[in-house]
């Protein structure tokens, strides 16, 4: 019976995002400062090195669902016109990112790729402000067939073997718009180790039509507001990292904040490359009336792994029992201009 309830929530819950779009809401992710270009076209480029490779996975609901909620993505982010890597003129921001949802028993998938483009105009010694715009590819679909039906009810179990007499939901239902996002991005330096970041971006500009089975229901326009600042005194290799994120996508909204705090586990070489510092990240957050999220980040020279858990603290928190997400991710950075054929980890200097 505890089986029948459960898919029974599911399959509502999937045929009301389907049916009606007062529900939707696009994908957020814990980690959100680890790669705002998820969040903001105009952030495209603005990473310490020229190149940023980002993966990231994320489960939640384990406890709700027997088909847990998951999201995958990745992405590529550069900046050219910057011969000297280091951000000291105005430079040209673009990259390519991808993410992958599913959830439910329906196997609810949306996907999406976009191409996220910017100019940066330098408006200090290293401060820019960047203005970017997104377009991208949106697709959502719904497979019936692992769905099941009050008339398949046996008594003991679902047999899939009965006539469901659903025909429309039988079959693998999708469809596909063109969208397309914008947004402004300012970093500013405050001095030799402190810096701070501010972005505004709006998407879903085209409003495009999303429902499978209503022409009438739309993707709602969403407002991203989002920050982040490094903040860090001369005789100290502790850096404070807090953070913020908020939106509002039609009649939803969420609000997450909170602070990280970054050591330096050991220092690079001062002669060659070849021995990267190490850094190490622990942070705190809050999305309201969500959740509470803890997150552990290891930087080694260019490459980063994290991990990020939610513990949910909403009404829902009787059916998760407290367990929300669990998410992961992996980047990459490197400079592919400014290096000498001696070595290939050493920038040229002026």
Do not use: C
Not at 76 to 92: E, P, S, V, Y
Not at 94 to 113: L, P, R
Not at 126 to 134: A, R
Request: charged share 15%; proline share 2%; glycine share 8%.
């Amino acid at each position: 019976m505890k089986r029948f309830l459960t898919k029974t929530a599911v399959l509502i819950l999937a045929l009301g995002a389907i049916t009606e779009a007062s529900a939707q809401q696009d994908k957020h992710f814990s980690m959100f400062s680890e790669s705002p270009v998820f969040l903001n076209p105009a952030a495209a480029g603005f990473s310490d090195e020229q190149m940023q490779l980002f993966t990231n996975f994320r489960s939640q609901w384990l406890t709700v669902s027997e088909q847990p909620y998951r999201t995958i993505s990745a992405s590529a982010d550069w900046r050219m016109l910057d011969q000297n890597a280091d951000k000291g003129t105005n430079f040209l921001g673009a990259g390519i990112t991808f993410y992958n949802d599913k959830s439910g028993v329906s196997n609810y998938t949306t996907n999406v790729i976009s191409f996220p483009i910017n100019y940066a105009f330098q408006v200090g010694q290293k401060d820019h402000f960047s203005i970017g715009l997104q377009p991208a590819f949106y697709q959502r679909s719904v497979n019936g067939s692992s769905l099941t039906w009050d008339n398949q009810w046996t008594g003991v179990e679902f047999d899939q073997g009965i006539n469901n007499n659903e025909l429309l939901l039988n079959q693998n239902l999708s469809v596909s718009r063109f969208d397309m996002s914008a947004g402004v991005y300012w970093e500013k330096y405050i001095g030799k180790f402190s810096k701070i970041n501010l972005g505004l971006a709006g998407h879903h500009l085209t409003k495009q039509r999303v429902n499978i089975l209503n022409d009438d229901s739309k993707l709602y326009r969403k407002v991203t507001l989002h920050g982040e600042g490094t903040f860090q005194t001369a005789n100290t290799n502790v850096q404070f990292k807090p953070a913020l994120i908020g939106f509002l996508q039609g009649p939803n909204k969420e609000l997450t904040a909170g602070t990280a705090f970054r050591f330096a586990l050991k220092s690079e070489s001062q002669h060659t490359a070849y021995f990267g510092n190490m850094h190490l990240t622990l942070g705190s957050y809050f999305r309201i009336n969500d959740a509470l999220i803890a997150m552990a980040i290891l930087e080694m020279n260019t490459l980063s792994i994290g991990a990020s858990y939610d513990l949910n603290v909403s009404r829902l928190n009787v059916a998760s029992k407290g367990v929300g997400a669990m998410e992961f991710f992996l980047r990459y950075k490197f400079n592919y201009e400014g290096r000498t054929l001696a070595n290939p980890s050493v920038k040229k200097t002026k």
